[in-house]
């Protein structure tokens, strides 16, 4: 769709984990997420005042920022420009990353979601 992108996020050294896919649209100030899933990233605590009935309720490191969730009354645009502060927990049993895939094409109706190759996942070296 014109005006829709989608992004995937992770890092070379933490494998499994840390991992945004998301969805953004065109805006005057350029290209901003409106729906995201993070896997096992960071604790999502939806502390801020936008999260309406789900304010304090934590949604754990495997989670959805859905634009559903929004308030009808509030602008979208609030909701983008604060980085999604409403998630919602998604299953936590995504064992690997094909899973994950798997699980944002249909949350996310990305079609060939699945075709994404990959991350390599490179382990991190400590020296003494």
């Known amino acids: 769709m014109r005006g829709i ?3 995937l ?5 933490r494998p499994d984990e840390m991992v945004s896919i998301g ?4 805006t005057s100030i350029g290209p901003k997420c409106f ?5 096992r990233g960071t604790s ?8 309406g009935d789900l304010q304090f309720v934590d949604a754990g490191r495997t989670h959805f920022h859905n634009p559903a969730l929004c308030s009808p ?10 980085n999604l502060p409403i998630a919602v927990a998604i299953e936590s049993r995504l064992l690997n990353f094909e899973a994950l895939l798997d699980r944002c094409a249909s949350i ?3 079609t060939n979601l699945a075709e ?3 991350p390599k996942w490179q382990s991190r070296i400590l020296y003494p």
């Open 44 to 51: 999502h605590p939806n502390t801020h005042r936008l999260c």
């Open 35 to 39: 729906a995201r899933v993070d896997w």
């Open 23 to 26: 969805l953004t649209i065109e």
């Open 5 to 7: 992108g989608l992004y």
């Open 9 to 13: 996020k992770c890092f070379e050294d």
């Open 73 to 82: 009354g509030d602008d979208p645009m609030d909701h983008i420009q604060e």
């Open 108 to 110: 996310l109706n990305v």
């Open 116 to 118: 994404v190759t990959p």
